[in-house]
């Protein structure tokens, strides 16, 4: 790794974009501005000079400024005048409690997911200021050693890859290289209003830094480096708990294995299970106050933070699903039909083949109803109906999964839980055949939604 460089460096880019030239595609967030018309032009000039993947532009329109439009036809002109093809999406931003900038970044990341396909990598503009800035950003917030390491040079993305080529090369090489090249780019306004904390310190701070110490981002990245170095002598010498799942296939750790770790070691460990699940981590405060109720035990804990949560049940600390409101009752699911559920999941009745099913007569079909309570079913070869209240804590079913199971009646009569019972009655094909049909229930869990 090369921690500092201080002008545009072709080999430097080379190098960078080596890991995917036998990409599917190379998809490039382009906002039009300096840094992404610099990006964008250098990859263009890769694609003359060798054989490269399909090059795409994705232009994102916030619809928050009202030049918005007027950069979307800026952004038009330069790709054609690279006869690079761009895609557009329109993004509503809701602001929610972190702000409109972070609520405008959490749409742009979504859209730009939901473009990229296996096998493709999204090019980043990002730049060695823009990383010193997080650093520093970070370090201000109190950031812990994973968050003082800035922004990695590449990650998952959706179902690909994001990649930041030019995160050694600082902003004044990128500008250089525009002005040789004659570029154009959007000039956004907002990018000056130092009431924004980045801007603050881009325009304020920084620049008094460097009269006293000029090079302090060389400095800045090598620490960031360093200290992605130690983390991974840490991970590597981490205890990992034993990982466990629910009988619903909810991920878990082992809560003997969590407790028997230090308070520090304990909160590293989920922190680094989260990052293993790619998925935002709860703030140090609230993780270190849940795992003190683990401690002190009873009850049932619950971490709840940014759409996830985590809460004990049974032997093990799961990270529950994100079930939305129930689907409307009385839906019909016919012989051969697929569901999608509001959480993501999918009710589906397929041939049972040998397997235990329904029998269904020409033209029948189930009603998918949810639970109110009192239902009871009589499991094949028991005496007697039981409830399914019971049912449901005999077998562990978490409990936040209890009121979102699909129940399945045949004209107002209990047939099937999901497909966790069958109930016995004139219906039931314990040996499956040509008429019957078995219910599957695939469930959106964090260990199967990816």
């Given amino acids: 790794m090369t921690p500092y460089l201080t002008s545009f460096d072709s080999g430097a880019l080379d190098a960078a974009l080596a890991p995917w030239r036998a990409a599917s595609r190379w998809l490039v967030a382009f906002s039009g501005g300096l840094d992404s018309a610099v990006l964008l032009h250098a990859l263009c000039a890769q694609s003359s000079s060798g054989v490269t993947p399909t090059l795409l532009a994705i232009h994102i329109n916030h619809q928050l400024h009202?030049?918005?439009?007027?950069?979307?036809?800026?952004?038009?002109?330069?790709?054609?005048?690279?006869?690079?093809?761009?895609?557009?999406?329109?993004?509503?931003?809701?602001?929610?409690?972190?702000?409109?900038?972070?609520?405008?970044?959490?749409?742009?990341?979504?859209?730009?997911?939901?473009?990229?396909?296996?096998?493709?990598?999204?090019?980043?503009?990002?730049?060695?200021?823009?990383?010193?800035?997080?650093?520093?950003?970070?370090?201000?917030?109190?950031?812990?050693?994973?968050?003082?390491?800035?922004?990695?040079?590449?990650?998952?993305?959706?179902?690909?890859?994001?990649?930041?080529?030019?995160?050694?090369?600082?902003?004044?090489?990128?500008?250089?290289?525009?002005?040789?090249?004659?570029?154009?780019?959007?000039?956004?306004?907002?990018?000056?209003?130092?009431?924004?904390?980045?801007?603050?310190?881009?325009?304020?701070?920084?620049?008094?830094?460097?009269?006293?110490?000029?090079?302090?981002?060389?400095?800045?990245?090598?620490?960031?480096?360093?200290?992605?170095?130690?983390?991974?002598?840490?991970?590597?010498?981490?205890?990992?708990?034993?990982?466990?799942?629910?009988?619903?296939?909810?991920?878990?750790?082992?809560?003997?294995?969590?407790?028997?770790?230090?308070?520090?070691?304990?909160?590293?460990?989920?922190?680094?299970?989260?990052?293993?699940?790619?998925?935002?981590?709860?703030?140090?405060?609230?993780?270190?106050?849940?795992?003190?109720?683990?401690?002190?035990?009873?009850?049932?804990?619950?971490?709840?933070?940014?759409?996830?949560?985590?809460?004990?049940?049974?032997?093990?600390?799961?990270?529950l699903p994100c079930i939305n409101e129930r689907d409307k009752a009385g839906t019909r699911l016919a012989p051969g039909g697929d569901l999608l559920l509001a959480d993501g999941g999918r009710l589906q009745l397929e041939p049972a083949r040998e397997k235990p099913g329904l029998l269904l007569a020409q033209g029948e079909a189930l009603t998918v109803e949810w639970r109110h309570g009192g239902e009871r079913c009589r499991l094949p070869g028991r005496a007697g109906n039981r409830r399914l209240k019971t049912l449901l804590q005999d077998e562990a079913i978490p409990p936040w999964w209890r009121e979102h199971i699909p129940l399945l009646y045949l004209d107002g009569v209990l047939v099937a839980v999901a497909d966790l019972w069958l109930c016995d009655g004139p219906w039931l094909a314990p040996e499956g055949g040509a008429a019957a049909w078995r219910v599957r229930w695939t469930r959106n869990t964090v260990a199967t939604a990816d």
């Fill in 66 to 319: 009202p030049a918005a439009d007027d950069w979307q036809r800026q952004a038009e002109v330069f790709c054609a005048q690279l006869d690079v093809p761009l895609e557009v999406r329109t993004v509503t931003v809701c602001q929610a409690g972190a702000g409109l900038e972070a609520a405008a970044r959490e749409a742009r990341y979504a859209a730009l997911e939901s473009i990229v396909a296996a096998g493709d990598v999204m090019f980043f503009a990002h730049h060695q200021d823009d990383q010193v800035e997080t650093v520093l950003l970070r370090w201000l917030r109190g950031a812990g050693l994973r968050g003082l390491q800035g922004m990695p040079a590449q990650r998952t993305l959706g179902r690909g890859q994001l990649a930041r080529p030019l995160l050694e090369m600082p902003r004044s090489a990128l500008a250089a290289y525009a002005a040789a090249h004659t570029l154009s780019w959007v000039d956004d306004p907002s990018n000056t209003d130092t009431s924004l904390d980045r801007n603050y310190l881009r325009h304020t701070v920084l620049p008094a830094m460097a009269q006293r110490w000029p090079g302090y981002r060389g400095s800045v990245v090598r620490s960031a480096h360093q200290l992605g170095v130690a983390e991974s002598v840490l991970d590597s010498l981490l205890p990992a708990p034993r990982r466990l799942s629910s009988v619903l296939d909810d991920p878990g750790l082992a809560v003997d294995d969590l407790l028997a770790l230090p308070a520090a070691t304990a909160a590293m460990a989920l922190r680094n299970w989260l990052l293993g699940l790619r998925l935002p981590l709860p703030p140090t405060e609230m993780l270190a106050e849940f795992l003190r109720q683990l401690r002190r035990g009873g009850g049932s804990p619950l971490l709840a933070w940014r759409g996830q949560s985590l809460r004990r049940f049974g032997e093990g600390v799961f990270l």
